[in-house]
């Protein structure tokens, strides 16, 4: 049974940090690209960032880049999202992804397993 499981989510201030990890079981994990995505209230689900298999490179949405860092360790079968300089505008469900594809890529229809999804909420 393939299980991808999100933590590190809550609550922090505009301008903080929070670092989600994504720990899965059930798959050959270095065989995966492993994605971040979320969905804000009232909003459709965006990529945010990804990881290629064995290292195979990143990619990152515009709202992500200089501010988000992904990165995994195969031999804990888990992928690091650490967002840094958070905005209200972040706040969302973050779900991650695991893609067979053999691409690095956001595409949603691409993503093979999901997790439940963890919260973030950047506020005052």
């Known amino acids: 049974q393939v299980q991808l499981v999100e933590s590190g989510g809550g609550l922090v201030q505009p301008g903080g940090s929070l670092r989600l990890s994504c720990a899965a079981s059930?798959?050959?994990?270095?065989?995966?690209?492993i994605g971040w995505f979320r969905q804000a209230p009232g909003k459709g689900r965006e990529g945010v960032s990804c990881?290629?298999?064995?290292?195979?490179?990143?990619s990152y949405a515009d709202s992500a880049k200089g501010r988000f860092t992904i990165s995994r360790d195969d031999a804990k079968a888990t992928v690091y999202l650490q967002m840094n300089g958070l905005e209200p505008e972040d706040t969302a469900l973050y779900f991650c992804?695991?893609?067979?594809?053999?691409?690095?890529?956001?595409?949603?229809?691409?993503?093979?397993?999901w997790g439940q999804g963890i919260q973030v909420t950047v506020s005052t």
């Open positions: 990881v290629g298999s064995r290292n195979g490179g990143t």
């Open positions: 059930g798959i050959t994990f270095d065989y995966y690209t």
């Open positions: 992804a695991a893609s067979s594809a053999g691409v690095l890529t956001l595409l949603e229809r691409l993503y093979d397993h």
